[in-house]
């Protein structure tokens, strides 16, 4: 029976989940006569991809496709990831135009490239490996983008590439390697990308050895004639040398050495209301660094309002040969008095590692105009202002977490004995169930409840009100729907089930619970059945 009460509590708290879809390009800068590669994940249910826009302005190297199953809120959903070389038709700033996905169209994305490169060392050799380095003069812990390319023109059987450790400094292999095709000097290579972040530990020379790789390669005539159709390949690339270069004096602290770092207001809003929470949203794009190397985005406490931040969400990506981070963080500010409301802006120094300066980056003072709360403030015990009442689901779950640690036993127990409740109600027939509890508050006030719950927008609250004025303890949508004497509510009420629970829009279901309920909830008399359409299992 416990199990059940589990069962029961993971369909209560299920989400909607709506189809996505993403697009994103392996490289945003290649040399010309190299392949980039054009991933697409999406949740949709495609088969294949039209790639023909990209025929005006790239060759079509070749396409993939690999599909996945996840769970998601309990709910099983596909996932597949298309993946087409590109290679384009000359150098220049290209754009990758949008590609229908099911009804989504991608978002378009800059592709820079260069014109072509002199050949590196290897001359004809059938393979050969060189190391690129974003900085020759870094930094300590500074993060410098390394990357190793081997270089290989015959197909391959079998190969393994080493890279050792840098003694001085920490080396850190970044995501997955990246596979596309170069022309060098008139002869076409496969290219394996893989791509490093090293962080110098002290100042000084710091040496890092060459790459290396052993394989087995597909043998010629002679090689098929005195031996297995196989020969030996093996390549290195030159030591590399860096001098790196102690942290200035006037360096700020906390240590931060970038290429560049931007900061923005992703959602600011400009009122408020006392005791009600508003979700401010920041980001920062931090060109040189990863996540671990950045300091906590966030606005100063205030007197005024109380702050509660979300974890951040970072996003790295290897851009121009070296790392590329994108923070962003969700703050809700809960104001503690009306009137005018400053808030001062993030700002973060740093060190501009190619100029060696230093450098400010800082966002302006968020001002809101704070009007009265609808609600008098509650105080927690150390005397600190609480808010009543919060908008927004994030802005919730950061509030809440305030109180839930020392109630943490008996939320339990409320949550189970409710659960309890629940699944009692449900085994309860229809016609058991008390109907006269339909009365029990005056129509227009029923109304009123229901007419705030959809102008609110919540399909939670939307359902608690339908299930109370139908007389209904609980969320049982299933005997709101039997008891509703118009057929157009009803559909909107099984939308509104779909919406919460299944994979419906929830957009869509609240458009057509507004036009339904526009005038009010249709109930059924009671006493009045609806008619089935089945002959009854036990004739009287």
């Not at 001002?367 to 150390?382: C, H, M, N, R």
Request: aromatic residues 6%; glycine residues 6%.
């Amino acid at each position: 029976m416990f199990a059940r009460f589990l069962l029961l509590l993971v369909v209560f708290t299920a989400l909607p989940v709506s189809a996505q879809t993403r697009a994103w390009l392996d490289r945003a800068q290649i040399t010309y006569g190299e392949t980039a590669t054009l991933n697409i994940e999406t949740s949709a249910s495609v088969q294949s991809i039209d790639y023909s826009p990209l025929s005006a302005q790239f060759d079509i190297a070749g396409q993939t496709v690999r599909r996945s199953f996840e769970m998601v809120n309990g709910q099983s959903r596909a996932k597949s990831l298309f993946a087409v070389g590109i290679r384009p038709r000359g150098p220049g700033v290209l754009t990758v135009p949008a590609l229908r996905i099911d009804n989504v169209d991608t978002t378009p994305m800059r592709l820079t490239v260069l014109p072509p490169s002199v050949q590196p060392a290897g001359g004809d050799a059938d393979a050969f490996v060189e190391t690129v380095l974003d900085a020759v003069q870094p930094y300590v812990q500074q993060a410098v983008g390394m990357v190793v390319r081997l270089h290989v023109a015959v197909p391959l059987l079998s190969g393994q590439l080493d890279q050792d450790d840098v003694p001085g400094a920490s080396l850190q292999r970044v995501g997955e390697d990246i596979q596309y095709q170069r022309e060098i000097g008139g002869r076409r290579y496969n290219v394996v990308e893989r791509r490093y972040l090293l962080v110098p530990e002290r100042s000084g020379a710091l040496v890092i050895p060459g790459a290396r790789f052993n394989g087995q390669a597909v043998g010629g005539f002679f090689d098929n004639i005195f031996d297995d159709g196989r020969k030996s390949l093996s390549a290195a690339a030159p030591v590399k040398r860096l001098q790196v270069l102690a942290i200035p004096a006037s360096a700020p602290q906390p240590w931060l050495p970038l290429h560049d770092l931007k900061l923005r207001y992703v959602q600011s809003p400009r009122a408020a209301r006392v005791g009600e929470a508003v979700a401010i949203e920041l980001e920062a794009i931090a060109d040189g660094a990863s996540a671990s190397q950045l300091p906590p985005l966030t606005i100063p406490d205030s007197t005024q309002a109380q702050v509660f931040a979300d974890p951040p969400q970072s996003d790295e990506q290897f851009i121009e040969g070296r790392p590329r981070t994108t923070l962003r963080r969700r703050i809700a500010i809960v104001p503690l008095k009306a009137g005018a409301l400053t808030l001062q802006g993030p700002r973060i120094d740093w060190w501009d590692a190619a100029q060696g300066v230093v450098r400010t980056a800082m966002l302006p003072s968020l001002q809101l105009q704070v009007a009265p709360g609808s609600v008098p403030a509650t105080t927690v015990d150390d005397g600190a202002p609480m808010s009543p009442q919060v908008d927004g689901a994030d802005t919730r779950a950061s509030v809440s977490t305030i109180a839930l640690g020392r109630h943490a036993p008996w939320l339990l127990l409320v949550v189970v004995l409710a659960a309890a409740f629940a699944w009692w109600r449900w085994r309860m027939p229809v016609d058991a169930m008390p109907v006269a509890a339909t009365q029990s508050s005056p129509p227009e006030v029923q109304a009123a409840s229901l007419a705030a719950a959809l102008k609110q927008g919540e399909l939670a609250a939307i359902a608690h009100a339908l299930c109370t004025d139908a007389g209904i303890r609980g969320d049982d949508l299933d005997t709101v729907r039997t008891r509703l004497d118009d057929a157009a509510q009803a559909e909107a009420v099984e939308r509104l089930q779909s919406a919460r629970w299944g994979s419906g829009d929830a957009e869509s279901a609240l458009a057509a619970l507004r036009r339904a309920f526009a005038k009010g909830a249709h109930w059924r008399k009671p006493g009045t059945k609806k008619e089935s359409l089945l002959p009854p299992l036990y004739p009287e």
